[in-house]
Structures are given as C-alpha cells and as structure tokens.
C-alpha cells in the first residue's frame, strides 16, 4: 500500500468528520472526476477511483476502525485492496449514485435506466367555422405521470434500489463459449442494473400511475385539415426520471352546408334568375364576416366569379386573409303559368340572336362550304 495518499486528506475531511460530512466531501469529489464529465482524462479517473477508495473504507465502520489503528497496511491484511475497476466502484455505489446524479446515471455497463415517455396522439374535430377563426378548447385523455408517492423512483419512500446481485450493476452477464464471452442483458434485472425489494406501493414498481387530465389546446384561426398540434410535455411520462414525451393533437375540420375551402380562400355558389342575371340586380350574400351586398351586372353568365377580397381565411404564416369568391349560377324556372309563358315565346320573337336561328345559320354556312 505504499505510496497512498491518506484518505481523510483525499476526502478534505477531519479524522471526527460524521457520516454526513464523508458523504458531502464524496460527492463533491466524484461530481468533479466523474469520467463521463471528464473523458480521456487519466487524471481524473485516478482521482476519482482515489476518493471512491477512501470513501468505502472510511463509510464502512470497521474498515474504518482497522485503517485509523494500522493505516493501509492494516487494511491489506484484512483482505481490502481496493477496487479493481469503475464497474466495482458502481456496482458498490449504485444507489448512492442514484442519490448524486439523479436517475439518468447509467450504471456503467448497464443500460441507461432514465427514458423518454412515449407521445401520445389526440383526433380533435373543429367546426369549419372554427377553423377559419380560430378556437381555445379542451381535451380529455387518461396518461401515465410520475408517481406523486415515490417521485419516479418506483421504491417505497425510505428505501432504495439496490445492485443487482446477479450482474452486480452491469446490467448484463456473461456465457463463456470456446474462446468467445457472450453477454446477454441480466434477467433478474432486465438490464437496469439494479432490483428493487421494496416496491411503491402505489404504482407497484412502475414509477407512474394513470391519471385523467383535462388538457388546454389553442388552435389558432387557418387551420386546416389534417394539420397537427404539437404540445410539448403532455405526453406519458418518462421512466425513472426522464423527460416526459409530447402530445400530437390531429385536427379534423368538419366540411360546412355552404361553404368551401381552397388554399386560404373561400368559395361559395349563388343562385339567380336569369331575369337577374340578364337585367342585372343586387343581392345579399354571406360571408365568414356577416351578409355583404352584392352587385350583379346586366349580362351576367352562368358561372361567372364575383370576388370579395380579403374575406377569406387568414393564413397560418402570415395572418394575411384570403378572399371571398362567389360563384353565380342561374336557376331555370321549372313551373309558370300561362302568362309567364307567353311573355316569354314574345320575348323569344323579338330575340334576334335566338338559338334557332343562330343554328339554322350555322347549317346554311355549313352546307355552303360542302359545296364548293
């Protein structure tokens, strides 16, 4: 044991320091050399191999006893040598660790034990109305959160995981075959390194429970279709200790009676009499922001367009509205009585561009070109 520094000195305690102060003064120490905080560094592994050495004989009552009457020799020739590696060093202070780090210290060699909670998926239907202006909700769904009994640690308050005693700590263990070792995850432990004896006994060991929650959503006047919604942090928790995951809402947009959408504009169809559409008129039409008159030009065809511009739906980048486009078409009355006909054959008469003769030249000009 020659040429060891003196525990207390590497610990930066006195020879009366309590468990307590031996626990701060390790701490501090394997925060500062931890190897996944310094890689590559020589140093600061040998450092912390030194203070993770001085603390296990130190914490331990009767190593300690032994080195404060004989020093290291007094510990050799009990058998204590040290630790051969950092999977002795974890595997020996894995809670501890737990205590320091918090739950994403992996248990070197084992697998990470904090883990991303899962996202979650919510199909929201809106209203066409809704979607165009916008709308602030609410949203019912059941999700596992943290334990509020363990916090995550999935043990019963006032007790602790411990090392797994099949892997010690590594999380995986090893079958020798011929001149090749084959490791495997642990099975006593599933590869987390660590068993827990004493459960939560209000989540059973899982660190979360299920619970209903009433969730807030905004969605902001544009939307369309099909557009998704992403709540960050509202989904299942995350295991033992990690980051919960998101909520992804799916917006379904109801089609309306009257209405329809195209890009940020919204497009509609009117009917008009052709007395309308010949004479001209004005009329009363409606839009997402309340009645608006409208003038119908002498001559109007059917199908023509007729623009509202800025009427639209506001754009989700921008906030620029699109427009209000109405489209005419024109309704053929199906039932008149006697003197709406013969109004009607007089009005045919005194039509030079009528139909019949615009056809019957046609077929004048038609033959004429046969012929020749």
Known sequence: MKGKRDYYE???????????????????????????RNPGDQAAEENFKEAAEAYEVLRDPRKRQIYDQYGHQGLEGSGFSGFGGFEDIFSSFGDIFEDFFGFSTRGRGGR?????????????????????????????????????????????????????PHCRGAGQVGRSQGFFTIRTTCPQCRGAGQ???????????????????????????????NSRLRLS??????????????????????????????????????????????????????????????????????????R?????????RTGRPGDMIVQVTIKTPTNVNKKQEALLREFAQLDDNKLGKRLKNILKSAAAKAAN
């Open 10 to 36: 590497v610990l930066g305690v006195g020879k009366s320091a309590s468990d307590s102060d031996l626990k701060t003064a390790y701490r501090k120490l394997a925060l500062q050399y931890h190897p996944d």
């Open 112 to 164: 990470s034990r904090a883990q991303r909670g899962a996202d979650l998926r919510y199909d929201l239907s809106i209203s066409f109305m809704e979607a165009a202006f916008g709308v602030e909700t609410t949203i019912d769904l059941d999700k596992h959160e943290t334990c509020a009994r363990c916090e995550g640690r999935a043990v019963e308050p006032g007790t602790h995981a411990e090392t797994c």
């Open 195 to 225: 068993i827990i004896p004493n459960p939560c006994s209000a989540c059973n060991g899982s660190g979360q429970t299920l619970v209903h929650r009433t969730v807030s959503v905004k969605i902001p006047a544009g939307v369309d279709d």
């Open 233 to 306: 942090n509202e989904g299942q928790a995350g295991a033992m200790g990690g980051p919960p995951g998101d909520l992804y809402v799916f917006i379904h947009v109801k089609p309306h009676d009257f209405f329809r959408r195209e890009e940020n504009d919204v497009i509609c169809q009117i009917p008009i009499s052709f007395i309308q559409a010949t004479l001209g008129d004005q009329i009363v039409v409606p839009t997402l922001n309340g009645e608006k008159t409208l003038e119908i030009p002498r001559g109007t065809q059917y199908g023509d367009v007729f």
């Open 308 to 316: 509202f511009r800025g009427e639209g739906i506001p754009s989700l």
